[in-house]
């Protein structure tokens, strides 16, 4: 069984930074593309960043300059660092991960989600 695990989330005063991480355990073959969504209350799910295989990615136009997404393959981790944030920054962060579990069966992951509060 796969799991995502996020850990990093918490509260930060504006202009502060964190690091959210995501891990990925269980059996599975590979990992292809992973990523970070979140969700303010009474909103949608949006993509925060995306980061492939080969360690392409792609931004949110509001995190654009102040996140950068980042990944270890070697230990199936995948990473959001976070500056300069912003109170508008407040939500919960998810993970995704899209997931060979063998040569012939792709699914996609989500973490359990962790909370990011942006506040003086």
């Known amino acids: 069984q796969v799991q995502l695990v996020e850990s990093g989330g918490g509260l930060v005063q504006p202009g502060g930074s964190l690091r959210l991480s995501c891990a990925a355990s269980?059996?599975?073959?590979?990992?292809?593309?992973m990523g970070w969504y979140r969700q303010a209350p009474g909103k949608q799910r949006d993509l925060v960043a995306t980061?492939?295989?080969?360690?392409?990615?792609n931004y949110a136009d509001s995190v654009k300059g102040r996140f950068t997404i980042s990944r270890d393959n070697a230990k199936n981790t995948v990473y959001l660092q976070m500056n300069s944030l912003k109170p508008e920054d407040t939500a919960v962060y998810y993970c995704?991960?899209?997931?060979?579990?063998?040569?012939?069966?792709?699914?996609?992951?989500w973490g359990q989600g962790t909370q990011v509060t942006v506040s003086s």
């Open positions: 980061i492939t295989s080969g360690g392409g990615t």
């Open positions: 995704n991960a899209d997931i060979d579990i063998t040569i012939i069966a792709r699914r996609a992951y």
């Open positions: 269980g059996s599975f073959f590979s990992i292809n593309a």
